[in-house]
C-alpha cells in the first residue's frame, strides 16, 4: 500500500505538472494572438507593394493596368500573382490580378479593353451605379460574387468565390478605388461603405416594321449574353429574327426561340461568321423564354396585342 507521505508527493507532483502545463499553454496562446494582431496590425495608408510587379508587366500590354485603392484587411499586396492571357471575349489580352488571404480566400481582378462594350456584358447580372457609371453586379447562391465595370476605355472584372469576405458593398469599395499603377497609387483599408443603387433595365426593344410589313431585327448572342435581352413583338404581325454570335459563346450557338403555344424554332450557328434567320407570326400574347442548349443564356420575347 502506498503510505500517505507517497501520495501527497504524488499529488505535488502533479499539481507542479499540471501548473507548468497550463503555463505553457498560456505561453503559446498569447503568442499565436500577439503573431496573429502583428500580422493583422498593417499600416492603415502606404504605398502599394505590387506597383513595380504590375508596371513591369504594363510594359508588354496595350493599356495601363489599373490596382485598388481599397482592400479588406490580411489580403498579401505583396505578392500579388499577375497572369496575362489573350482571354477576352473576342480575343483581347487580358491581365489578372490576383490576391489572397491568408486563410486561403482569393479576389480576382481581371481587365481588359472591350473590343464591343455595349455587347459583352455580365450574363445573369443587374446593372448598379457606380463612380464609374454604370456597372453589372452578379451574386449567386453558390458564394461567387462578381462586378463588371468600365474605367475610361478598360473594363474591370472583380469576383471572389467566398461572399463572407468580399461583399457586394466591399466588392464595390474595391472598383470605386482603382487607379493607375503608375501613381504609386495608396492603399487603405478604410473607405466610406457605398449603398448598392440598381439600375432599372432599359426598356424592351421593339422592332420597327419594315416596308414589307415585317418585323424584322437582329439578335446577338455575346460571351456575355443576348443583345437583346427583352424584345417586345406585335401579335399577328410576321416577325423576320437574324441570328449571330459575337465571339466565343460555347453553347450559346444555338437558339431555342418558343413562338406560342408547344412550337418553337431551334437554330445552330456553324461558325462565328455563320448567319441563321428565323420566321414566324406570333399568334399567342404572352412572355415567351428563349434559350440556348444549356439554358445558360436566356432572354424574353413579349407578344402584345
Same mark, same amino acid.
Given at each position: 500500500?502506498?503510505?500517505?507521505?507517497?501520495?501527497?508527493?504524488?499529488?505535488?507532483?502533479?499539481?507542479?505538472?499540471?501548473?507548468?502545463?497550463?503555463?505553457?499553454?498560456?505561453?503559446?496562446?498569447?503568442? &499565436? &494572438? /500577439? *503573431?496573429?494582431?502583428?500580422?493583422?496590425?498593417?499600416? #492603415?495608408?502606404?504605398?502599394? =507593394?505590387?506597383?513595380? #510587379?504590375?508596371?513591369? $508587366?504594363?510594359?508588354?500590354?496595350?493599356?495601363?493596368?489599373?490596382?485598388?485603392?481599397?482592400?479588406?484587411?490580411?489580403? !498579401?499586396?505583396?505578392?500579388?500573382?499577375?497572369?496575362? !492571357?489573350?482571354?477576352?471575349?473576342?480575343?483581347? %489580352?487580358?491581365?489578372?490580378?490576383?490576391?489572397?488571404?491568408?486563410?486561403?480566400?482569393?479576389?480576382?481582378?481581371?481587365?481588359? $479593353?472591350?473590343?464591343? %462594350?455595349?455587347?459583352?456584358?455580365?450574363?445573369?447580372?443587374?446593372?448598379?451605379?457606380?463612380?464609374?457609371? @454604370?456597372?453589372?453586379?452578379?451574386?449567386? #447562391?453558390?458564394?461567387?460574387?462578381?462586378?463588371? /465595370?468600365?474605367?475610361?476605355?478598360?473594363?474591370?472584372?472583380?469576383?471572389?468565390? !467566398?461572399?463572407? &469576405?468580399?461583399?457586394?458593398? @466591399?466588392?464595390?469599395?474595391?472598383?470605386?478605388?482603382?487607379?493607375?499603377?503608375?501613381?504609386?497609387? /495608396?492603399?487603405?483599408?478604410?473607405?466610406?461603405?457605398?449603398?448598392?443603387? +440598381?439600375? =432599372?433595365? =432599359?426598356? =424592351?426593344?421593339?422592332?420597327?416594321?419594315?416596308?414589307? *410589313?415585317?418585323?424584322?431585327?437582329?439578335?446577338?448572342?455575346?460571351?456575355?449574353?443576348?443583345?437583346?435581352?427583352?424584345?417586345? $413583338?406585335? @401579335?399577328?404581325?410576321?416577325?423576320?429574327?437574324?441570328?449571330?454570335?459575337?465571339?466565343? $459563346?460555347?453553347?450559346?450557338?444555338?437558339?431555342?426561340?418558343?413562338?406560342?403555344?408547344?412550337?418553337?424554332?431551334?437554330?445552330?450557328? +456553324?461558325?462565328?461568321?455563320?448567319? @441563321?434567320?428565323?420566321?414566324?407570326?406570333?399568334?399567342?400574347?404572352?412572355?415567351?423564354?428563349?434559350?440556348?442548349?444549356?439554358?445558360?443564356?436566356?432572354?424574353?420575347?413579349? &407578344?402584345?396585342?
Amino acid at each position: 500500500m502506498t503510505s500517505p507521505r507517497s501520495r501527497r508527493q504524488g499529488q505535488k507532483k502533479l499539481s507542479r505538472k499540471m501548473i507548468a502545463l497550463g503555463v505553457v499553454a498560456i505561453v503559446i496562446t498569447l503568442a &499565436v &494572438v /500577439v *503573431g496573429w494582431r502583428l500580422a493583422e496590425d498593417e499600416p #492603415a495608408l502606404a504605398e502599394a =507593394p505590387e506597383a513595380d #510587379a504590375v508596371l513591369e $508587366v504594363q510594359q508588354h500590354l496595350p493599356f495601363q493596368i489599373l490596382i485598388p485603392l481599397y482592400l479588406p484587411k490580411g489580403f !498579401d499586396r505583396a505578392s500579388v500573382n499577375i497572369t496575362v !492571357d489573350q482571354g477576352g471575349p473576342n480575343g483581347e %489580352p487580358v491581365v489578372e490580378l490576383a490576391y489572397r488571404m491568408r486563410r486561403g480566400q482569393t479576389i480576382n481582378i481581371r481587365q481588359w $479593353v472591350p473590343l464591343n %462594350p455595349d455587347l459583352e456584358t455580365l450574363a445573369g447580372s443587374k446593372p448598379i451605379e457606380t463612380k464609374w457609371g @454604370k456597372g453589372w453586379l452578379l451574386t449567386q #447562391a453558390r458564394g461567387v460574387i462578381a462586378l463588371w /465595370v468600365d474605367i475610361g476605355p478598360l473594363r474591370a472584372s472583380i469576383y471572389s468565390h !467566398d461572399q463572407d &469576405v468580399l461583399t457586394r458593398e @466591399k466588392i464595390l469599395q474595391i472598383a470605386e478605388t482603382m487607379g493607375p499603377a503608375s501613381r504609386r497609387q /495608396v492603399f487603405t483599408f478604410e473607405v466610406p461603405k457605398p449603398e448598392i443603387r +440598381e439600375i =432599372p433595365p =432599359p426598356p =424592351p426593344f421593339e422592332p420597327e416594321i419594315n416596308e414589307d *410589313g415585317v418585323q424584322e431585327f437582329t439578335l446577338t448572342i455575346t460571351p456575355g449574353g443576348y443583345s437583346p435581352m427583352r424584345i417586345n $413583338v406585335k @401579335k399577328g404581325i410576321p416577325v423576320k429574327l437574324h441570328f449571330r454570335a459575337l465571339g466565343e $459563346v460555347g453553347c450559346g450557338n444555338t437558339l431555342i426561340l418558343p413562338i406560342g403555344g408547344a412550337s418553337a424554332q431551334s437554330v445552330t450557328l +456553324e461558325s462565328e461568321q455563320d448567319e @441563321k434567320i428565323v420566321e414566324f407570326t406570333p399568334q399567342q400574347a404572352g412572355a415567351f423564354t428563349f434559350f440556348c442548349g444549356h439554358y445558360m443564356y436566356r432572354g424574353i420575347l413579349t &407578344v402584345v396585342e
